[in-house]
């Protein structure tokens, strides 16, 4: 079965097992994915990503982070699609409940969270958001 959007496919795993309640996941590699994830641990929303090999198979693994049972990934969506991409300027990207959530963005100078696009003074591509 072909993949058509690998962003969004990495999102909902990300979704689902949070939802199951599971201590970590696997994903298959790529530097984007890769990127959303550190950002994700970056921002406190999971505990720990690193890059796995099986029979010569790069596989990132995320350690989802739970306090006193309750995940701290509350909420994660996935905005511009392969049908619909969103980009915005600098200062037309979205606040993300009222700025307690952060916005993923890949820009030109790499994939950024919104505040550091905001700082930065860059645009681009709104991947998801989560809080």
Aim: charged share 25%.
């Amino acid at each position: 079965m072909a993949v058509h959007d690998t962003i969004g496919d990495f999102v909902t795993t990300i979704r689902n097992a949070v939802k199951a309640g599971k201590d970590s996941s696997t994903v298959s590699f790529s530097k984007l994915r890769f990127a959303i994830a550190q950002i994700l641990k970056n921002e406190g929303f999971i505990r720990n990503v690193e890059t796995i090999e099986n029979n010569g198979i790069p596989y990132i693994l995320i350690s989802y982070k739970y306090v006193d049972g309750v995940s701290a990934l509350a909420g994660l969506d996935r905005h511009s699609r392969p049908g619909c991409r969103m980009y915005y300027k600098y200062s037309d990207i979205p606040y993300v409940l009222g700025g307690l959530g952060t916005a993923v963005l890949t820009t030109s100078k790499g994939v950024l969270t919104d505040k550091d696009a905001r700082r930065e003074k860059v645009g681009g591509e709104l991947l998801c958001t989560v809080w």
